[in-house]
């Protein structure tokens, strides 16, 4: 069993080069989710999706695009990398339950950016 | 705007000293709180999801209690391998997402 996997684990880049995260689920899940977690500030939404062709903004969506051709594919997408999207990210997997999510989101193993 | 406070930042028990980590919550409309543990390098993995005040989830050494405003995890003669960083979340509203607190490092020394 798979879950959820993220490629690359670790990239550097400079300052205005793009790059793209790839984030694969094998679970069959309808909603994908893309974090970023800082030091003090816990995880932070970027973008989300609820089902193959749709996706949204989260609380810090800018700098960032996403896209979601394959159920089982979300991609994020850094057009210009800035020092400030030095980050780990997460991206992340949920069944759609209702009313009630139960349960949770199944996590990637993360990606280490850092921007120079 | 939801939002999620995680009480310590940093704990540190001794083996088998019995702990409890806060997590208050102001959110409108609460449909589930999630725990997550993260280990380091790691993402963070699903340990309980509670929907209504009153209900309580047990998984080995750790506890879940949630009230209209707070949750705790209470940790139970911890052991050197509960050390971890501990997440609260919170699912609200018509919110499809969670909003996580900032975690709790939970270390357990020998």
């Known amino acids: 069993n798979a879950g959820v996997t993220q490629t690359p684990k670790f990239r550097v880049l400079k300052t205005g080069q793009s790059m793209t995260l790839l984030c694969a689920q094998d679970m069959n899940h309808e909603y994908m989710y893309w974090y970023r977690q800082d030091p003090g500030m816990g995880l932070r939404l970027i973008h989300y999706?609820?089902?193959?062709?749709?996706?949204a903004k989260g609380e810090v969506p800018d700098g960032y695009n996403v896209s979601r051709l394959k159920k089982q594919n979300f991609l994020l997408g850094l057009e210009s990398a800035a020092p400030s999207q030095t980050s780990v990210y997460f991206c992340?997997?949920?069944?759609?339950?209702?009313?009630?999510?139960?349960?949770?989101?199944?996590f990637g193993s993360g990606t280490r950016l850092t921007v120079v | 705007e939801d939002q999620v406070t995680q009480s310590p930042e940093a704990l540190r028990l001794q083996e088998g000293e019995s702990s409890s980590l806060n997590c208050s919550y102001t959110?409108?409309?609460?449909?589930?709180l999630f725990w997550y543990r993260q280990d380091p390098g790691k993402g963070p993995e699903f340990l309980f999801t509670?929907?209504?005040a009153g209900e309580e989830k047990e998984k080995e050494r750790l506890k879940a209690t949630l009230t209209k405003k707070e949750s705790f995890l209470h940790i139970t003669a911890p052991k050197p391998e509960d050390s971890a960083t501990y997440l609260c979340a919170v699912q609200a509203g018509s919110a499809r997402q969670l909003t996580f607190g900032s975690g709790t490092q939970l270390t357990v020394l020998p």
């Open positions: 992340a997997s949920s069944l759609i339950t209702g009313i009630y999510e139960n349960y949770g989101y199944t």
């Open positions: 959110v409108s409309g609460l449909r589930g």
């Open positions: 999706s609820v089902g193959e062709g749709t996706t």
């Open positions: 509670l929907y209504s």
